[in-house]
């Protein structure tokens, strides 16, 4: 009787050994993903929030972004309390959607296919774009301060 349960066990341990190996491969997807996650992969963290400075100028952004889930572009001025301009491309515009902007702009114009917006004054040199995410994909941001043009790739999850 013994010799027939050996013989069952001897039939399906290569199966078995295989289901072993497929669970610790699940197991170590299911690992990076969480540790991914847990640095921002998919929203606040490490690896999404950004910081480019150029010419005393500094934006801020997430690379990472989801499907109407708000966040913030926050752009920091070298000179406070001076008019500025910021141009962001019109085909962002049409993927992420500006809720809200602080301090509000005196103007907005529409000039080769980008949004100009323009501040009369800023008191702390800080301006935030509140901003929702509408449809998933990659997305170019080209924002031009005094002159300046800066590119961002940002990515829109579900």
């Known amino acids: 009787m013994m010799e027939i349960d050996i013989r069952q066990i001897e039939k399906h341990y290569s199966t078995q050994k295989l ?3 497929a669970f610790r491969i699940f197991w170590i997807m299911m690992s990076l993903i969480l540790i991914a996650t847990a640095l921002g992969l ?3 963290g490490l690896l999404s929030n950004k910081t480019y400075i150029n010419n005393g100028n500094k934006i801020e952004y ?8 708000g966040t913030e572009l926050l752009v920091h001025f070298n000179h406070a309390g001076e008019n500025a301009k910021i ?3 019109n ?4 993927k992420v959607r500006i809720e809200q902007i602080t301090p509000e702009p005196s103007k907005v114009e529409l000039i080769n296919n980008e949004l100009i917006y323009t501040f009369s004054s800023i008191q702390k040199g800080f301006i935030v774009f509140y901003l929702s995410p509408q449809e998933m994909g990659s997305q170019q941001l080209r924002i031009t301060i ?3 043009q800066m590119v961002f790739d940002q990515h829109i999850y579900f």
């Open 62 to 69: 997430d690379k990472f972004m989801r499907v109407e889930k």
């Open 87 to 89: 141009s962001i491309n």
């Open 42 to 44: 998919f929203g606040d």
């Open 91 to 94: 085909d962002y515009i049409k």
């Open 146 to 148: 005094a002159g300046q």
């Open 19 to 21: 289901e072993w190996v």
